[in-house]
């Protein structure tokens, strides 16, 4: 990734540095690491012939790419990376049915999906990559997608080490790393993160600064029903999530959203979540929707509090 050319305000020594501090980091020899870098150089050689981003499974090349043995090595490879939570994909022939139906979302998105070709753009928390391969299908310049967790970082370089896109790249940074990328993106995709940021008005202000004049942003989060300004602070889980802190009405995140400065706001879809969109599959075999909801009441959480919501908005700095 070239910093300077791709974002010639970003932060470059603080930026720089810290990426070497990451790549040193993530470098050690340490189980934690080989669990995912051993597996991959076992199967780094392997090339897709064929990608296509445009449809609900994200495909990875066909099975006739790859000869029997690596087919073994490569199904062993994507197991050890269970769980799956983003999805759907299609991997040299090998189906992936992730935790989420990641497709209904992008679904929900696309009639009102900025302009991407020839944009720079940021995933925040982009998990295993599901959206930027969704976004690489509009052409966008370059997308870099912000993911601090290994796991899901190991996870997309494995997937674009076999679909082999310049112009998709993960780095180990979080949402709080926005700062170091003023004026710096076209586009922002902010999905699933501000109710586990202490502070999400901080969170918003940081996206908005990080977004070009006229940039835009899709924000979406977990919300609670309710027509009335307020948000609910849990005790200590919220849907047996840790780390949930504020989880806001949609009028509630709305006047977050303006409170911070964006010029224009538009919120086009609100839906409650169900096991159809996340549940349990052989890719993702720990607890899912259905665990985190009184059973004897759907419309309440495990813990009593209203089940959860989801909005989209998309605002404009």
């Not at 599901?130 to 494995?158: C, D, I, N, Q, S």
């Not at 202000?205 to 006229?214: F, H, K, Q, S, T």
């Given at each position: 990734?070239?910093?300077?050319?791709?974002?010639?305000?970003a932060?470059?020594?603080?930026?720089?540095?810290?990426l070497s501090?990451?790549?040193?980091?993530?470098?050690?020899p340490?189980?934690?690491?080989?669990?995912?870098?051993?597996?991959?150089q076992?199967?780094?050689?392997?090339?897709a012939?064929?990608?296509?981003?445009?449809r609900d499974?994200?495909?990875?090349?066909?099975?006739?790419?790859?000869?029997?043995?690596?087919?073994?090595?490569?199904?062993?490879a994507?197991?050890?990376?269970?769980p799956?939570?983003?999805?759907?994909?299609?991997?040299?022939?090998?189906?992936?049915?992730?935790?989420?139906r990641?497709?209904?979302k992008?679904?929900?998105?696309?009639?009102?999906?900025?302009?991407?070709r020839?944009?720079?753009?940021?995933?925040?928390?982009?998990?295993?990559g599901?959206?930027?391969?969704?976004?690489?299908?509009?052409?966008?310049?370059?997308?870099l997608g912000?993911?601090?967790?290994?796991h899901?970082?190991?996870?997309?370089?494995?997937?674009?080490?076999f679909?082999?896109?310049?112009?998709?790249?993960?780095?180990?940074?979080?949402?709080?790393?926005?700062?170091?990328?003023p004026?710096?993106?076209?586009?922002?995709?902010?999905?699933?993160i501000l109710?586990?940021?202490?502070?999400p008005?901080a969170?918003l202000?940081?996206?908005?600064?990080?977004?070009?004049?006229?940039?835009?942003?899709?924000?979406?989060?977990?919300?609670?029903?309710?027509?009335?300004?307020?948000?609910?602070?849990?005790?200590?889980?919220?849907?047996?999530?840790?780390?949930?802190w504020?989880?806001?009405?949609?009028?509630?995140?709305?006047?977050?959203?303006?409170?911070?400065?964006?010029?224009?706001?538009?919120?086009?879809?609100?839906?409650?979540?169900?096991?159809?969109?996340?549940?349990?599959?052989s890719?993702?075999?720990?607890e899912?929707?259905?665990?985190?909801?009184?059973?004897?009441?759907?419309?309440?959480?495990?813990?009593?509090?209203?089940?959860?919501?989801r909005?989209?908005?998309?605002?404009?700095?």
């Amino acid at each position: 990734m070239n910093c300077k050319e791709l974002f010639p305000k970003a932060n470059h020594h603080q930026l720089n540095n810290l990426l070497s501090e990451k790549e040193k980091w993530i470098s050690r020899p340490k189980k934690g690491f080989l669990r995912y870098r051993t597996p991959l150089q076992n199967i780094a050689h392997l090339r897709a012939t064929l990608c296509d981003f445009g449809r609900d499974t994200v495909q990875i090349g066909l099975r006739e790419d790859i000869n029997n043995e690596e087919h073994e090595l490569l199904v062993k490879a994507l197991q050890n990376l269970i769980p799956w939570r983003k999805g759907p994909f299609s991997v040299f022939g090998v189906e992936i049915d992730s935790e989420w139906r990641s497709d209904r979302k992008w679904n929900r998105i696309v009639p009102h999906l900025p302009d991407l070709r020839d944009k720079i753009v940021a995933d925040i928390g982009c998990n295993n990559g599901y959206y930027m391969f969704r976004m690489a299908h509009h052409l966008p310049k370059f997308v870099l997608g912000f993911e601090p967790y290994v796991h899901h970082y190991y996870t997309f370089k494995t997937l674009n080490t076999f679909a082999q896109q310049p112009n998709l790249d993960v780095e180990l940074l979080g949402i709080e790393h926005l700062p170091l990328f003023p004026d710096c993106f076209d586009v922002i995709f902010c999905m699933g993160i501000l109710y586990h940021r202490p502070s999400p008005i901080a969170a918003l202000a940081d996206l908005r600064n990080a977004l070009v004049d006229g940039g835009t942003a899709i924000i979406e989060s977990q919300i609670i029903p309710g027509d009335q300004s307020h948000a609910l602070f849990p005790e200590n889980t919220y849907a047996k999530v840790p780390g949930t802190w504020f989880v806001p009405t949609a009028a509630c995140l709305a006047n977050w959203i303006a409170r911070v400065g964006f010029s224009s706001s538009e919120m086009f879809c609100q839906h409650p979540m169900s096991n159809l969109e996340q549940r349990k599959t052989s890719w993702m075999i720990f607890e899912s929707y259905e665990d985190f909801i009184d059973k004897n009441n759907p419309t309440l959480t495990i813990e009593g509090y209203p089940a959860p919501y989801r909005v989209f908005f998309k605002v404009t700095r």
